[in-house]
C-alpha cells in the first residue's frame, strides 16, 4: 500500500510517500529554522503562513521523488495532534482536500504515535512488546509498546520537555534556536565532570520526569559566576550528562519492570549523540537490544505519519470529513 504522509505540526513542512508502513520511497522536510531563528523560538503565525506557503511544493517534491504517479497513492495520511493549531489545519486541510480529489481514503495521526513508529521504517525493528522512551521539543515520555498503534503510558515529564530543556538551557546562554543541536555539538568539547549539576531522579519508583530544576540549577550557575562565558562548553556538557543520564536510567528500569529485550529511543533529542552513546552502553550492560532511528527520521518528518497511517488504513480505520486537528495530547498515548 502506498501511502502518502503529511507533516505541519509544529515548523517543518514535510511529506513522504512509503510503502506498507515501512520502506521509504521518499522524504522531504523544509525547515523553518531561520524564520524563527531571530525570535529564539517558534511564532506560530509564521509557522502556519510558512506551511501554506510550501505545502503544495514539498508534497510535489515528495511525489516526484517516490517515482510514483499520484494515481499508484491508495491514502493520505496526515497529522491530526498534538501540534500547533494554526499549523496543523494547513496540513489538515491541505491532505483532506487532495485525498478528495484523488478518491482515496485519508487518516489523521497522532505526531507521537508517529515519532514511536519510526523505528519501524529502519532495517531492524523491534519486536512487540519493548519500551519506548519519546524525548522531543513538547514531549518526554516512557511507553510500553505492544502495537503499532495506542500505547501504555508509564512515565512522562511534569514540567519541561527535555528538548524543552536543551532549548532553554541555550537561549540562557545565547547560544541561540534551536539548542539542542548547538549544546550536543558544543559538549563536545567541554568536560560532563567539572561542573555537578543535580540528577532529577525524583522518587526511584515512578518513571516521571521533571527538568525545571536542572535548567534553574543552570540559570543560577550563570547568575552566580561572572565568568561563566569562558566555562559555556563545560556548562552544557555538565547539563547535557545530567538529563541524559536520567533519561537512559529510567528506559532501562522501565524495560527491566515489563520484562521487555528491546529499548526503543525516538523524538527529536533522539538525535542527541550523548544520549545515543549512553542508551547503547546501558542497555548492552543489561543485555538489552536498543533501536534508535537514523538522525534524519528522529526530528519532525512526514514518513512516520505515512508508516501509522498504513497501520489504521489496514485495520479499516479511515478519518472523516467532520473530523478536527487537536492541539493537545490524546488519551490512548498519553
Ligand atoms: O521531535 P521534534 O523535531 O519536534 C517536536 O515534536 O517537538 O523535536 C525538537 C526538539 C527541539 O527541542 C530540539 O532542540 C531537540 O529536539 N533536538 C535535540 C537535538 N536535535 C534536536 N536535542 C538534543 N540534541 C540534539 N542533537
Ligand atoms: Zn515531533
Redesign the pocket.
Known amino acids: 500500500m502506498n501511502i502518502l504522509g503529511i507533516e505541519t505540526?509544529?515548523?517543518?513542512t514535510a511529506a513522504a510517500v512509503v510503502v506498507d508502513g515501512k520502506k521509504i520511497l521518499s522524504s522531504v522536510v523544509a525547515s523553518q529554522i531561520k524564520v524563527h531563528h531571530p525570535y529564539g523560538g517558534v511564532v506560530p503565525e509564521l509557522a502556519s503562513r510558512k506551511h501554506i506557503e510550501g505545502i503544495v511544493s514539498v508534497t510535489g517534491a515528495a511525489i516526484a521523488d517516490s517515482g510514483l504517479n499520484p494515481a499508484r497513492l491508495d491514502a493520505v495520511a496526515v497529522t491530526q495532534g498534538p501540534?500547533l493549531i494554526g499549523a496543523l489545519l494547513v496540513g489538515f486541510s491541505f491532505a483532506k482536500a487532495y485525498a478528495y480529489a484523488l478518491d482515496v481514503p485519508w487518516i489523521g495521526v497522532n505526531?507521537?504515535e508517529g515519532?514511536i513508529n519510526s523505528v519501524f521504517l529502519e532495517a531492524d525493528p523491534p519486536p512487540f512488546p519493548f519500551t519506548a522512551l519519546l524525548?522531543?521539543?513538547?514531549?518526554t515520555s516512557i511507553y510500553h509498546v505492544t502495537g503499532h498503534t495506542g500505547f501504555e503510558l508509564m512515565g512522562q515529564t511534569r514540567d519541561d520537555?527535555?528538548?524543552?530543556a536543551?532549548?532553554k538551557v541555550?537561549k540562557m546562554l545565547g547560544l541561540g534556536?534551536?539548542?539542542?543541536?548547538v549544546?550536543?555539538?558544543l559538549a563536545k568539547t567541554g568536560d560532563p565532570q567539572k561542573i555537578k549539576f543535580p540528577r532529577p531522579y525524583l522518587d526511584k519508583t515512578t518513571f516521571d520526569f521533571s527538568f525545571s530544576g536542572l535548567k534553574t540549577a543552570v540559570n543560577r550557575y550563570i547568575q552566580t559566576h561572572a565568568d561563566y562565558k569562558a566555562q559555556i562548553p563545560d556548562i552544557v556538557a555538565g547539563f547535557?550528562a545530567a538529563a541524559v543520564e536520567v533519561l537512559s536510567f529510567k528506559l532501562i528500569n522501565a524495560a527491566m519492570v515489563k520484562g521487555c529485550k528491546h529499548v526503543a529511543v525516538a523524538?527529536?533529542?533522539?538525535?542527541?549523540?550523548?544520549?545515543r552513546e549512553k542508551v547503547a552502553e546501558d542497555a548492552a550492560r543489561h543485555g538489552l537490544a536498543v533501536h534508535i532511528p537514523s538522525?534524519e527520521l528522529?526530528?519532525?518528518n512526514a514518513a512516520m505519519i505515512a508508516a501509522v497511517g498504513y497501520h489504521y488504513l489496514k485495520r479499516g480505520n479511515a478519518s472523516h470529513l467532520g473530523d478536527d486537528v487537536y492541539s493537545r495530547i490524546k488519551s490512548k498515548v498519553g
Open positions: 505540526s509544529c515548523d517543518e501540534g505526531h507521537l515519532h524525548v522531543s521539543g513538547g514531549h520537555a527535555a528538548g524543552e536543551f532549548d541555550s534556536y534551536p539548542g539542542g543541536i549544546v550536543d555539538e547535557q523524538g527529536g533529542v533522539a538525535a542527541n549523540s550523548h544520549l538522525v528522529c526530528g519532525d
